[in-house]
């Protein structure tokens, strides 16, 4: 018997509005990362939030190592979400890996959404020819060499990296206890699917209205990415915001709700 997608993503649903407005967390995050931003948009809209199978809350035991060897299984995830819960016309507020679930998603079916919202959105993380993603292949192989030898020294090593906030230190704190409660080989599996993957062929084929937020500077997915990914995608719309850090949606959510507000 197929297991449900509310039970193994973990999903909860609050607001007062009709339109579903979906939030996807990044790698080695959860739903609760989203906290400061919900609270404006749930008197206009239906709030789904959920855990990526292998993150979070999620059900551990339906993290299939094989369904997850590309970002398409988690795109299927959340077509089964808005299937089984009967969402259409969604909002998908999606951070950084998610970025790439939902346009995979949006090409997938485009019947479900309404608009993308991509915050530090990178379809390629690996520099090539004329393609600066931020990260040489040698970065990225000693980065998983790492990663697979001492996932907690990683972790420690790469969070104060992403949140990008050294005054700061709840934030790369909050991110460190996140990355260590993930399953250690499936945050590993996970990692290298991110680092690993290549989405610009993909970006042209959005269909639907797109947001890329962009803060600045983000050493994860930089200005010149998101960028890249405005120009691939016809129907989008650039908005960067001066915050560093590759997490404003923690770290900076007024300026993050401020953009968010500016293209719905």
Not at 78 to 92: H, T
Not at 139 to 146: P, V
Request: with cysteine; aromatic share 10%; net charge negative.
């Amino acid at each position: 018997m197929k297991q449900s997608a509310v039970k193994r993503n973990n999903i909860t649903q609050f607001g007062k509005g009709e339109q579903p407005m979906m939030f996807a967390h990044g790698y080695g995050c959860d739903q609760n990362m989203w906290r400061f931003i919900t609270p404006e948009f749930e008197i206009e809209y239906k709030i789904v939030l959920f855990d990526h199978t292998g993150s979070g809350q999620s059900d551990e035991s339906a993290y299939d190592f094989e369904k997850y060897d590309s970002l398409q299984g988690y795109a299927q995830d959340i077509i089964e979400i808005c299937d089984e819960l009967k969402l259409r016309n969604v909002i998908l507020v999606s951070h950084s890996v998610s970025c790439m679930i939902g346009v995979l998603a949006a090409i997938q079916r485009p019947d479900l959404f309404d608009k993308l919202i991509l915050i530090g959105p990178s379809p390629r993380y690996i520099n090539d020819d004329s393609y600066y993603g931020g990260f040489s292949g040698v970065d990225i192989e000693d980065m998983i060499e790492t990663l697979e030898s001492n996932y907690l020294g990683w972790s420690s090593h790469i969070t104060p990296i992403i949140a990008g906030h050294p005054e700061k230190p709840k934030y790369s704190g909050e991110l460190y206890n996140s990355f260590c409660r993930m399953n250690p080989d499936i945050a590993k599996h996970f990692a290298k699917v991110t680092f690993l993957g290549d989405n610009r062929n993909d970006l042209p084929m959005v269909k639907v209205p797109v947001q890329i937020i962009q803060s600045n500077p983000d050493v994860i997915a930089s200005v010149d990415v998101g960028k890249f990914v405005h120009q691939k995608i016809q129907n989008s719309l650039f908005t960067q915001i001066e915050v560093p850090g590759h997490l404003p949606h923690l770290t900076n959510p007024d300026a993050t709700i401020s953009a968010i507000k500016q293209f719905l």
